[in-house]
């Protein structure tokens, strides 16, 4: 019975991977993400000029940049915060209400927070790289990975306008290969905002690396002084 419930629990754990694996058949491309703080802090920037106005981050605190990111307050206060009236301690929450939202999108974007827990880097990366032009869709777009997305191409002014089958419209203001770590700075970004706690993980591992290799040389070296006198 026991056996029973853990299968069950552990089947739930895995039902929103399985769903947004299966919103579309594109391979997805490989993040490889570096998730050093200036990569985060890029991102940061990225989001807050190309998606913080619609999509909000509000399990999130703006300090967490200064304090967990070291980005100094004042390049917080111009480059982040976007909303009238926010503060430093504050959530990232956004002035644009889910029902205003219904009406000019047909649905609320949703917040992104924990986008990268649920999707993963590897699609929010290839999602943002797959938007192609298409008169039938209302925002006259559409997206490989997510096919019949509300949102438009946020980006497309850096990335240019693509047909469904790659051929370039209209170029982009960067190069690809800029284009690509812009967005993978964002999609940084994006899984630190979804689990902020592995930058000071990843921090903290040389420590704990370098206090077991010196408690393993003292142990060592106190189990040679103690068997001396046996032998």
């Excluded at 770590?181 to 999609?187: A, G, I, N």
Aim: aromatic fraction near 10%.
């Amino acid at each position: 019975m026991k056996k029973a419930i853990k299968m069950l629990l552990l089947g739930a754990a895995f039902l929103p991977l399985a769903a947004g694996a299966s919103e579309g058949e594109v391979k997805l491309d490989h993040a490889d993400i570096s998730f050093d703080r200036e990569s985060i802090q890029n991102g940061a920037k990225i989001f807050a000029e190309y998606c913080f106005s619609c999509h909000s981050l509000k399990y999130m605190r703006y300090n967490m940049l200064e304090n967990q990111l070291g980005m100094p307050e004042n390049v917080v206060k111009e480059q982040i915060m976007l909303p009238d009236g926010a503060k430093i301690n504050g959530n990232m929450t956004i002035t644009m209400s889910p029902e205003d939202a219904a009406v000019w999108f047909g649905k609320a974007p949703p917040d992104l927070t924990l986008e990268a827990r649920y999707r993963g880097a590897d699609w929010i990366y290839t999602y943002l790289r797959s938007f192609y032009r298409d008169d039938s869709r209302p925002t006259g777009w559409n997206n490989h990975v997510f096919p019949m997305v509300a949102m438009p191409n946020v980006l497309a002014s850096l990335s240019g306008e693509k047909t469904k089958d790659g051929k370039v419209i209209r170029a982009g203001t960067v190069s690809q290969a800029k284009f690509d770590d812009m967005v993978r700075d964002l999609t940084a970004f994006l899984t630190y905002t979804s689990d902020p706690s592995e930058l000071k993980r990843m921090s903290m591992g040389p420590l704990v690396l370098g206090f077991l290799l010196i408690f393993t040389i003292l142990a060592y070296l106190l189990k040679k002084e103690y068997w001396r006198d046996v032998h």
